[in-house]
């Protein structure tokens, strides 16, 4: 994904937990001769960007892998700049438990309510959720919130406005 997006980008951050993923996206971008994408290996959890670094911050099948769900769409909002975005791709609620043995999920995907409502914990203004691919059993479900731009000296989370949609 990575790669497709950083064509409309002036520069791009690949994040992954893997070093062998990472040498995997490197020679893949070598080859398709992608040059402005910086690599980086850590976590959802613990995102290895500054404050503010990005104008937006794509999540694309990570979510299910977070142990802390909520704390990784948190860090996703620290890094994104205010006003940016943070766009979620994720797998719709499942009932395939040998992706917990077998690729090490945490989570079976997550219904559109409780993504929204992820999003809503995590700080995200103008939080949109709509459902994608509906392809049984791994339909896709994805969300888009904003990080506030006005700067705020209380505490206090703001207020979140919901906006959800079906799609038809």
């Known amino acids: 994904l990575t790669l497709e997006m950083a064509a409309w980008a002036r520069s791009a951050v690949g994040i992954d937990r893997s070093a062998d993923v990472l040498k995997h996206a490197r020679e893949l971008a070598r080859r398709r001769g992608v040059t402005n994408v910086r690599w980086k290996r850590g976590s959802i959890e613990r995102i290895p960007l500054e404050d503010g670094a990005v104008d937006l911050a794509v999540l694309s099948q990570v979510l299910h892998h977070a142990s802390d769900p909520v704390k990784a769409l948190t860090e996703a909002r620290r890094v994104v ?3 940016g975005r943070v766009l979620v791709l994720e797998l719709d609620q499942h009932d395939q438990q040998w992706v917990t043995e077998r690729f090490g999920d945490r989570w079976l995907g997550f219904d559109r309510s409780s993504l929204s409502t992820m999003m809503d914990e995590a700080g995200f203004a103008s939080v949109r959720v709509e459902t994608g691919l509906d392809d049984t059993p791994f339909g896709v479900v994805m969300a888009v919130g904003t990080r ?16 959800q949609t079906q799609s038809a």
């Open 81 to 83: 700049s205010p006003g």
């Open 148 to 163: 506030a731009a006005a700067h705020r000296t209380s505490s206090r989370r703001p207020a979140v406005r919901r906006h």
